[in-house]
């Protein structure tokens, strides 16, 4: 019972925090000095953005999380979470499939982390870190789930 009420506030958590990105990141429609910089979805598929219009609003989380990035934080933790919980609940009778689960979803993390390596804000540098040391703790312990799987010693 306890495991849904943690589920269902990190749900609540991720769908409140998603909506206050997506508003604090609709100020790039004010800022046009930005978008060359700040729409990396709407470049993609529109090409050079010339007006409000041709921005996706994808491109509003990115730049939340750029510029404002308590939100968007908030949002990438309990995606985190839920996503690891999501794993345990379905792979839990079936270890060694939840330790490659930790170990693939651990290095996704360690390749977006490496993605945003230098990037020149605040946000930037914060999902640097917080993709590094989740992807990496998610590395450990799938290492440490598969060493429990066969007894092995631990280093």
Same mark, same amino acid.
């Given at each position: 019972?306890?495991?849904?009420? =943690?589920?269902?506030?990190?749900?609540?958590? #991720?769908? +409140?925090?998603? !909506?206050?990105?997506?508003? $604090?990141?609709?100020?790039?429609l004010?800022? @046009?000095? $930005?978008? *060359?910089?700040? *729409? @990396?979805?709407? /470049?993609?598929? /529109?090409?050079a953005?010339?007006? &409000?219009?041709?921005i996706?609003?994808?491109? !509003?989380?990115?730049?939340?999380?750029?510029?404002? @990035?308590? !939100? @968007?934080?908030?949002?990438?933790?309990?995606?985190?979470?839920? #996503?690891?919980?999501?794993?345990?609940?379905?792979?839990? =009778?079936?270890? =060694?499939?939840?330790?490659?689960?930790?170990?693939?979803?651990?290095?996704g993390? #360690?390749?977006?982390s490496?993605?945003?390596?230098?990037? %020149?804000? #605040?946000?930037?540098?914060?999902?640097?870190?917080?993709?590094?040391?989740?992807?990496?703790?998610?590395? +450990?312990?799938?290492? &440490? *789930?598969?060493?429990?799987?066969?007894?092995? %010693?631990t280093?």
């Amino acid at each position: 019972m306890f495991r849904f009420i =943690r589920f269902g506030s990190a749900a609540v958590l #991720l769908l +409140v925090s998603a !909506f206050a990105s997506w508003y $604090e990141g609709s100020a790039i429609l004010d800022n @046009p000095w $930005e978008w *060359t910089y700040s *729409t @990396p979805f709407s /470049h993609y598929f /529109h090409g050079a953005v010339q007006e &409000k219009n041709d921005i996706l609003e994808l491109d !509003f989380f990115i730049y939340a999380s750029k510029f404002q @990035p308590l !939100f @968007p934080v908030i949002m990438v933790i309990s995606s985190i979470y839920l #996503l690891i919980t999501i794993g345990y609940l379905f792979l839990k =009778r079936k270890k =060694r499939w939840f330790a490659w689960y930790l170990l693939i979803l651990g290095g996704g993390l #360690l390749l977006l982390s490496y993605f945003i390596f230098n990037s %020149p804000t #605040l946000g930037g540098q914060l999902f640097f870190y917080i993709w590094l040391v989740s992807g990496g703790l998610c590395v +450990v312990f799938s290492v &440490k *789930t598969y060493y429990n799987i066969y007894n092995l %010693p631990t280093i």
